[in-house]
């Protein structure tokens, strides 16, 4: 995703706020593909969890680590986190195009590419 943000001509001028989705996704998908792949351990009598990572160093197997609750709560407020901010900017986007719209069904000028308004037909 980076490299097409900021290797294609249409998408390199976009404004930070991309950057910023984009390396938010990456560290969220980085902490789901942990929960996803490894494997969760509980104990009988208490609540807490433990997390064995998925990995390819078969010295670090049956390592765990336990979990806190507040981790786990934190990656799914970052998770809303994230979704709200590209929900809002979804929003932020139909409505301009819908005003953009109006104001071009009643006549209203518009800005061509150069910048300049122009009247539409």
Do not use: C
Not at 10 to 24: M, T
Not at 73 to 78: D, E, F
Not at 101 to 115: F, I, M, T, V, Y
Request: hydrophobic content about 35%; proline content about 3%; overall charge neutral.
């Amino acid at each position: 995703m980076r490299t097409v943000l900021e290797k294609s001509p249409l998408h390199k001028d976009k404004s930070g706020f991309f950057d910023q989705i984009i390396s938010e996704y990456a560290a969220l998908n980085a902490t789901r593909n942990k929960y996803v792949h490894g494997l969760w351990y509980t104990l009988e009598d208490e609540p807490r969890v433990f997390l064995e990572e998925e990995t390819d160093n078969y010295r670090a197997f049956l390592e765990k680590r336990e979990v806190p609750y507040a981790e786990i709560t934190g990656t799914l407020h970052r998770m809303i986190a994230l979704i709200s901010k590209l929900l809002e900017r979804e929003h932020t986007v139909f409505v301009a195009r819908e005003l953009l719209k109006s104001q071009q069904s009643l006549g209203q000028p518009s800005a061509d590419s150069s910048g300049k308004s122009q009247k539409t037909k």
